[in-house]
């Protein structure tokens, strides 16, 4: 099981796996077991894609990582994002509007 975090620009936090690109992350998510994605939004000027073509792929393909975060800058992305998971999840899937608390990654970068 793994903890994915999709960010174009942020460092990746210890004990999580790194997807830069919206392909990375895809194919993250169909390849492995997924416990923890924190998902970014806006993934550079360059793309056209963002944290939503993940969200449109969840909810299409069904298939959820037991939770979520959305650490995205952009309010605006982050309750749009947010509203389609909670509105399409198992129930559960725990999905949080925010970044990844202090506590819990500082847990995982411990393994414990």
Not at 27 to 50: A, F, N, P, R, Y
Not at 71 to 77: C, D, E, G, M
Request: charged share 20%; hydrophobic share 40%; aromatic share 8%.
């Amino acid at each position: 099981m793994i903890h994915v975090y999709l960010d174009d620009l942020r460092p990746c936090p210890q004990g999580f796996t790194l997807a830069r690109n919206i392909q990375e992350c895809l194919l993250l998510l169909e390849e492995c077991d997924v416990d923890i994605l924190s998902l970014d939004h806006d993934m550079g000027w360059m793309s056209k894609q963002t944290g939503m073509d993940v969200v449109i792929w969840l909810v299409q393909q069904q298939k959820f990582p037991k939770t979520i975060y959305i650490h995205t800058s952009s309010p605006t992305a982050c309750t749009a994002m947010y509203q389609m998971l909670n509105s399409a999840k198992p129930e559960e899937v725990r999905i949080y509007p925010h970044r990844i608390p202090d506590d819990l990654l500082l847990q995982i970068a411990q393994g414990t």
